[in-house]
């Protein structure tokens, strides 16, 4: 099991000086990225392959924001492979190993070439060492779109969005749709399914609809084909 240890930055706080929605989700993504880094299979390895995981679901609760300077405790495991897909949870602990954030994801293995999925080999899967899956309910994968959506300005796909993989990092769509929320309104949990890849130049066309201590928000091209489906909740259902 990997940990990625560190104090919550300045650079990571929000307007209240906790440990931002934002942050959480990078602290998880790093953390996935230097476990595969650690047994040779990151960033050089999958470039020379032709290669790239791509996130294609991830449900995170947060039961509390960490504060400035604290001492966080990252952990990730896979604990799945079946075709083309990698399955992995990630748990967050304070100084005092209590939770303060837990995650399931899905990652789809894929042909940077073709852009299509294709099945992750033996050689790439021995490489990595399997733990039971973290006791968790998880949610569906697929989000429902409904009828009522608010259509929303559209959004220019930013140099400062695009990662190494040539298109809209999966924490730049969170922090797109997070900018409608209503300022009171305290994430606890998010599903977010991804569907297709924003690239630049490019427009995301956002709708969103709240109810019930929910919030979704569709990020759309023009076409109205979803990128990214985001749901923010206030509890953890």
């Known amino acids: 099991m990997f940990c990625l240890e560190g104090k919550v930055r300045y650079s990571e706080l ?97 042909d940077t070439q073709t852009g299509m999925p294709v099945r992750i080999p033996q050689t790439v899967q021995q490489r990595y060492m399997f733990y039971p899956p973290y006791e968790m309910e998880c949610a569906g994968r697929k989000i429902r779109l409904e009828e009522g959506m608010r259509q929303e300005g559209p959004v220019h796909v930013a140099r400062s969005h695009i990662d190494t993989n040539r298109h809209v990092n999966n924490g730049k769509y969170i922090m797109i749709a997070q900018e409608y929320l209503p300022e009171d309104f305290k994430v606890c949990q998010i599903r977010a399914e991804y569907k297709k890849a924003a690239v630049r130049p490019g427009i995301i066309y956002p709708k969103v609809k709240e109810g019930c201590g929910r919030f979704l928000v569709s990020l759309e091209n023009e076409a109205a084909e979803p990128y990214a489906i985001v749901e923010f909740r206030e509890d953890y259902v």
Not at 94 to 107: E, F, H, I
Request: with cysteine; charged share 20%.
């Open 14 to 110: 929000d307007a209240d000086a906790k440990m931002s929605l934002p942050a959480v989700l990078s602290r998880l993504q790093d953390c996935c990225i230097f476990d595969s880094e650690e047994i040779g299979m990151g960033l050089h390895f999958l470039a020379q392959q032709k290669r790239a995981w791509v996130l294609s679901f991830w449900q995170v609760i947060i039961c509390r924001y960490p504060g400035f300077g604290e001492q966080i405790s990252t952990y990730t495991w896979p604990y799945d492979f079946k075709g083309f897909l990698g399955y992995r949870n990630f748990k967050m602990e304070d100084a005092s190993c209590q939770t303060v954030a837990y995650a399931n994801s899905v990652w789809t293995y894929l």
